[in-house]
């Protein structure tokens, strides 16, 4: 249940980092909301995960998959460019979270 939990929670992590960019400041009221909740909800739930789960292991995880998805988020809209070595960047951050989920 950790890891599924520790999965959502880096999926909002995503959500929340996407909605403070789109926040401008906290200047606009759905964004601000949209990012407090979702560091709410993403923090409980890294929180939770960490009970079970070691912390080095947990943070690195959260921190992968969000910032995997803010950044592929972001080259999809089209935010931020795209280039192939970005890519294969990105699916190496990728490929060290399925890694730490495979040796632990």
């Known amino acids: 249940m950790a890891w599924i939990v520790l999965v959502v929670s880096g999926i909002l992590e995503a959500v929340w980092a996407t909605a403070l960019g789109k926040s401008d400041g906290f200047t606009r009221l759905a964004p601000s909301v949209v ?4 560091l ?3 923090m409980a739930g890294l ?4 009970r079970t789960l070691p ?3 947990a943070y690195a995880i959260w921190v992968g ?3 995997s998805l803010t950044v592929a988020y972001a080259m999809v809209t089209g935010a931020e460019s795209t280039s192939v070595v970005k ?4 699916l190496g951050i990728v490929g060290c979270v399925i ?5 632990h």
Not at 35 to 38: A, E, P, S, T, W
Not at 87 to 90: E, K, Y
């Open 65 to 67: 998959i969000g910032a």
């Open 47 to 50: 929180a939770y995960a960490m």
């Open 55 to 57: 912390t080095g292991t």
């Open 99 to 103: 890694g730490l989920k495979v040796l």
């Open 35 to 38: 990012f407090g909740v979702g």
């Open 87 to 90: 890519i294969l960047l990105i």
């Open 40 to 42: 709410l909800l993403s």
